[in-house]
């Protein structure tokens, strides 16, 4: 079946889907999410009681165990906050791509705001939270032009195969440049290697606090441009015909996703495969109006964050592993499964 009958099909089945369907489904992801924040809190290295979490929520910090649970209250903010970013990243990404392989990963996005945080560090000695957040959204910025411009070169301009052969050429001599950048500096080399794992455990409210502006900023324009991403959805032509001006749509919802993925790298490090697998995972659930995919993917994307943090703490105790590498063994083979059962959507 053809691309075009795809989406046909697709939308011809948007339509028919009632918005009660996804009522439910929205009410059990913000159950499961409220859930999740419940057992991030709870649950690690450490067991800690009700009146431990009722306390430190209070602001007391006067036992080992609500101590525990003080440190654990701002990861757990964080890994919902960069789980919104990096979904609804993903879904803005492939809307203005019209790629199904779209990712601030794939696409080379997560590794240039990697390489511009490491040669900040490395090179001009950058250390405030400020040039941290400034430093990797110029870097997402330049990676994601760059990608788009290879891209976009030759017969058929920017089509999803010379979009992601661009993404993926450019993420691994970004990669490689990153690590010729770190070798020399033995001194820093650890942190940096901890840092490009990607993890949340490190988060303090204070980081979150110089993050906000940014992911603040990404996610109003993001919302904003729910409508321009259902009309580049329709293709270049009917988009124009609607009235859209094409152009000024992709630069401003591609601001929104790089907003996203350069301050969540910053504070994160880059963390893989959350942008690419949940939009496809609410797609099936939702639909493709970006009215419902978006705000669904930015809970989805939460949920799945906090319950991979939730994981690589208790299956390590009393050690734990990063929120990166789960994500990758979570989301490498859901999306398999979902493209072996053909039911990715056409965008």
Partial sequence: MSFGALALAGRTSERDRSNS??????????LVLVALCFFSVALGAREVGFHDIAAAFAGQAETIDQAAVAVRMPRTVLALLAGMALAMAGVIM???????LADPGILGVNIGASLAVVVGVVWFGIGSANAYMWTAILGAGISAIFVYTIGSLGRGGATPLKLTLAGAATSVALSSLVIAVVLPRADIAGGIHQWQIGGVGGATFDNIRHAMPFLGAGFIIGLLCIRKLNALALGEELAAGLGERVAVARGVSALAAILLCGATTAICGPIGFLGLVVPHLCRLLVGVDHRWLLPFSAIGGACLLLFADIVGRLVARPAEIDVGIITALVGAPVFIWIVRQQKVRAL
């Fill in 94 to 100: 492939q809307g203005i791509t019209r790629n199904p």
């Fill in 21 to 30: 369907g996804r009522l439910v489904w929205l009410i059990v992801s913000l």
